[in-house]
């Protein structure tokens, strides 16, 4: 996600920006977030599940990855294309002025991470303070947040060695193929935390299925705060 303010504000600076600057379009992703929010509180989720869907936490943060994925896909595209206008305009000689590609072409991925950190980061936070025990809430969410500073560091690691060399566009193709990665990874995960889960389930209940079993059926334990995306960011707008 963090990339927004680094890969992603570089690709605009070679854009037409219509008298922005490249980093003001950071406010949009953020904007887009406390938007949507709301939208999938109040509608989106309730309407997915009365239409049948699954909407489990797990699963929502599998959908989250699968949006960043094709993120990362639309920016690597979009990189090919400024980089095609770039090299067309060097062939020219400067003879013929190249119209440069339109900085609201980033809309569409930015808005499909904003969508991506909701099913993905918010759903994630509701399910780490949920399915903790009462007195490691706190630890827990702080650990899960942990991990976007060591997904920081590795994005920082990767773009100063691995990609410095490479190609734009293909950074960022490579960027959504680890994204698949992982999300084949978090299914395999999934999968078998289900299984496991069924199975401590059904030890506690006696054989009969009556046990308290977290995301088995897309509930979390009665005896647990549930939150929503509006209660994260509630503090932030008192």
Request: net charge negative; with cysteine; charged share 15%.
């Amino acid at each position: 996600y963090d990339q927004q303010g680094s890969v992603w504000t570089l690709q605009a600076r070679r854009m037409e920006l219509h008298g922005w600057q490249p980093e003001q379009l950071n406010i949009i992703n953020p904007i887009e977030i406390m938007f949507f929010i709301p939208l999938f509180d109040r509608c989106v989720y309730p309407f997915l599940q009365s239409s049948g869907w699954n909407i489990s936490h797990l699963r929502r943060m599998g959908w989250g990855m699968a949006l960043s994925a094709i993120a990362f896909a639309l920016s690597g595209h979009l990189e090919s294309i400024i980089h095609a206008r770039a090299i067309e305009a060097a062939a020219g000689g400067g003879g013929e002025t190249i119209k440069k590609v339109t900085v609201f072409w980033q809309l569409p991925q930015i808005t499909l991470m904003a969508i991506a950190e909701i099913f993905l980061s918010v759903t994630g936070l509701e399910w780490a303070y949920s399915t903790s025990p009462k007195h490691m809430k706190t630890f827990i969410m702080g650990m899960y947040l942990l991990t976007t500073a060591f997904g920081d560091f590795m994005g920082g690691l990767l773009y100063s060695s691995v990609f410095r060399t490479m190609d734009r566009a293909t950074c960022l193709y490579i960027c959504s193929g680890l994204m698949l990665a992982n999300l084949t990874i978090f299914k395999w995960v999934t999968k078998n935390y289900h299984k496991n889960d069924i199975v401590i389930s059904s030890s506690i209940g006696g054989g009969g299925g009556g046990g308290n079993g977290h995301e088995s059926d897309g509930s979390d334990d009665s005896d647990e705060q549930e939150i929503s995306g509006l209660d994260l960011v509630k503090p932030a707008l008192a």
